[in-house]
């Protein structure tokens, strides 16, 4: 094995993925990158290094003795780059997801995280989705990000912390001649027989697609199809346009053109919303953040709920304001 001049942190993270999981599939989940992206991150290691570091057949991967003696190695160099970087955050700006412009829970947080310290630069990112988000999180790309927590992988959650911010009260997207539109909160009830769009088949959300999945089930509403990926809210509307699905949202949701945003009652579901971030990120921009986000909390009963409130068992146990 030769000593290059320069590795890059994100190889070194591929590697110990793949060491760990010995799974690249595995492996690839848990960065939320896709496995030919992996494996040619861990081949170029391997040309850098000029050592083979993993042993392949079509069973099973192990690692090599160079990947055994990498290991210890990678750990300690990747400890120590965090480290660096939380030494120094307080000179760069924290990016923060916000996930889509017209989400109000993140944008208030946000908002009063600024007047809070002023002297930190909180720089918005959107995102579109938790799960798309998490990867960025561990990539170094992003810094923090809103949303439903209990819907990540149980082994990317590991790497990451939250703090509980808001059961969101849902809501529903209607074209506005639709037969509940002239209703001022639908019952779920109603909507059995509907065909409610969801996100299915968008890589960035699976974990909005899996609550709604959660609060049909059982009550004859179906998930409408995936559609092409529509890039920024002009495309979103025009493509919803044309479907003319329901559009499963949050009452904070901004109306589209030609639509209505009403309630869902009956039971009223609540869409749970966490600040996350990854573990061991310190920056003055984050403690304002996490300071605004206890404030608005506590200001506004945000984990507070109607004694008839439908939240998922699984995102209560992960949640809980007492964790």
């Not at 927590?149 to 939250?162: C, I, K, M, S, T």
């Not at 109603?190 to 609550?211: I, K, S």
């Not at 639509?259 to 966490?274: E, G, N, W």
Request: charged share 25%; net charge neutral; with cysteine.
């Amino acid at each position: 094995m030769s000593a290059p001049n320069h590795l890059d942190p994100r190889l070194l993270r591929a590697f110990i993925a793949v060491a760990e999981e010995l799974h690249f599939t595995r492996a690839a989940a848990r960065l939320y990158v896709a496995q030919q992206a992996l494996s040619r991150d861990i081949r170029r290691l391997e040309r850098e290094l000029g050592a083979d570091l993993f042993v392949r057949s079509t069973r099973r991967v192990a690692l090599s003795a160079d990947g055994d003696r990498l290991l210890p190695y990678a750990r300690r160099m990747l400890a120590a780059h965090d480290e660096l970087l939380a030494a120094f955050g307080e000179a760069r700006p924290l990016l923060v997801d916000l996930n889509s412009p017209g989400l109000a829970t993140g944008r208030r947080v946000l908002h009063r995280a600024r007047e809070l310290a002023p002297e930190c630069e909180l720089m918005a990112r959107f995102e579109s989705g938790l799960t798309f988000a998490a990867g960025e999180l561990l990539a170094g790309r992003l810094d923090a990000s809103f949303g439903r927590f209990a819907g990540l992988d149980p082994a990317l959650r590991a790497q990451l912390d939250q703090q509980p911010v808001r059961y969101e009260p849902m809501a529903v997207v209607l074209p506005e001649d639709h037969r509940l539109a002239a209703l001022p909160e639908v019952p779920l009830v109603a909507l059995a027989g509907e065909t409610v769009y969801a996100g299915a088949g968008n890589p960035r959300t699976p974990e909005w697609t899996d609550l709604a999945r959660r609060l049909f089930e059982g009550r004859g509403i179906g998930i409408a199809s995936p559609v092409p990926l529509a890039v920024g809210d002009e495309e979103f509307q025009r493509l919803m346009a044309k479907m003319r699905n329901p559009v499963l949202a949050v009452v904070d949701f901004p109306a589209m053109p030609r639509t209505v945003v009403r309630p869902l009652v009956d039971p009223v579901p609540f869409s749970p919303v966490s600040l996350v971030w990854r573990k061991g990120l310190t920056h003055p921009g984050l403690d304002a953040l996490r300071r605004a986000a206890a404030q608005l909390t506590a200001e506004g009963g945000w984990l507070g709920r109607v004694a008839d409130g439908w939240i998922p068992a699984i995102d209560l146990g992960v949640i809980s304001p007492h964790k």
